[in-house]
């Protein structure tokens, strides 16, 4: 559902505004949106990147310490 028209174009540089419908959305990393502008557009979950995310976030989430054969006394 994207569509742009720089899909196959090679830029160099960082954006300094996003346009959504029209309006100025984003300049120069300020958030210049009004509540309610948005359209939630839903999505099936599944797809890869969501995968890999998920996978990813598993495996650098904290995990406890397990400890055996120490005493709590540490004698």
């Given at each position: 559902?994207?569509?742009?028209?720089?899909?196959?174009?090679?830029?160099?540089?960082?954006?300094?505004?996003?346009?959504?419908?029209?309006?100025?959305?984003?300049?120069d990393?300020?958030?210049?949106t009004?509540?309610g502008?948005?359209?939630?557009?839903?999505?099936?979950?599944?797809?890869?990147?969501?995968?890999?995310?998920?996978?990813?976030?598993?495996?650098?989430?904290?995990?406890?310490?397990?400890?055996?054969?120490?005493?709590?006394?540490?004698?």
């Amino acid at each position: 559902m994207t569509t742009t028209s720089l899909r196959a174009k090679k830029v160099k540089g960082l954006p300094r505004f996003t346009l959504t419908r029209g309006k100025v959305a984003i300049y120069d990393g300020e958030v210049r949106t009004e509540e309610g502008h948005g359209k939630f557009i839903k999505r099936e979950g599944n797809t890869a990147t969501n995968k890999a995310l998920s996978s990813w976030k598993a495996l650098t989430s904290p995990r406890p310490v397990e400890r055996t054969g120490i005493p709590a006394s540490g004698v």
